[in-house]
């Protein structure tokens, strides 16, 4: 009965490469970001999805494209992948639009080589 | 913008109480969050504080003073599992929830 579940956990990939990653939520959740942390643990949010509507694209490279087919569901695919992508990428659900109470999946830790 | 600021690293022993702070500046502040994170997990909300006061959810409690722009998480009879990284988090006027850069605390027998 896992709430947030994202996959893959690990990723390891060469430049220039085409990676997917997805999510899912059962919680009933309206609203799934996804978020990107660096080696220092800065979190930031990347996209937002409410209801399957993009809402917040923050300056992220087109590189990065998010699909959400229905509302449990937030994937994210990055094309052309680069060393300065590597971090670990976040799927995180709320019942509404930047609450502050989210939940988070396990995490998929991506290295470029 | 959205800015938080929180200590880098704090150092506790087993049973003390430790006091993680955080000012933030946002523009149309809505609430202040805290999450833990240990080493190689996913942050795990921890508390949520839209109005002034002290909200407490067993050893960990949560402060805000929104006139001072500031809040703390207090954490109290310390054990070992409590070494993470604490983040707080605010919402504002973007519509999106902005972390700090996380507080190290590391707990000593």
């Known amino acids: 009965d896992t709430a947030v579940s994202q996959t893959p956990k690990y990723l390891v990939t060469q430049m220039g490469n085409d990676k997917s990653i997805k999510c899912e939520q059962n919680l009933g959740h309206d609203t799934m970001y996804w978020y990107k942390q660096d080696s220092k643990k800065f979190l930031k949010i990347m996209f937002s999805?409410?209801?399957?509507?993009?809402?917040i694209n923050e300056t992220v490279p087109n590189r990065f494209s998010p699909k959400s087919p229905d509302k449990a569901h937030l994937n994210l695919h990055i094309n052309s992948l680069e060393l300065g992508d590597s971090a670990v990428y976040f799927c995180?659900?709320?019942?509404?639009?930047?609450?502050?109470?989210?939940?988070f999946g396990p995490g998929t830790r991506l290295t470029v080589t | 913008g959205q800015s938080l600021e929180q200590p880098s690293e704090v150092t506790a022993v087993e049973g003390a109480i430790v006091q993680i702070n955080c000012t933030y500046q946002?523009?149309?502040?809505?609430?202040l969050s805290w999450y833990q994170q240990h080493d190689g997990g996913a942050p795990t909300f921890l508390s949520y504080?839209?109005?002034?006061g002290l909200e407490e959810t067993g050893r960990f409690s949560s402060f805000l003073s929104r006139s001072d722009s500031y809040g703390y998480l207090l954490l109290q009879e310390l054990q070992m599992k409590d070494s993470a990284s604490y983040f707080c988090a605010c919402g504002g006027a973007t519509n999106k929830l902005i972390f700090g850069t996380g507080t190290l605390l590391a707990v000593q027998p």
């Open positions: 504080n839209a109005l002034d």
């Open positions: 995180a659900s709320s019942h509404r639009q930047g609450a502050g109470e989210q939940y």
């Open positions: 999805y409410n209801n399957k509507e993009l809402i």
């Open positions: 946002t523009s149309g502040f809505y609430g």
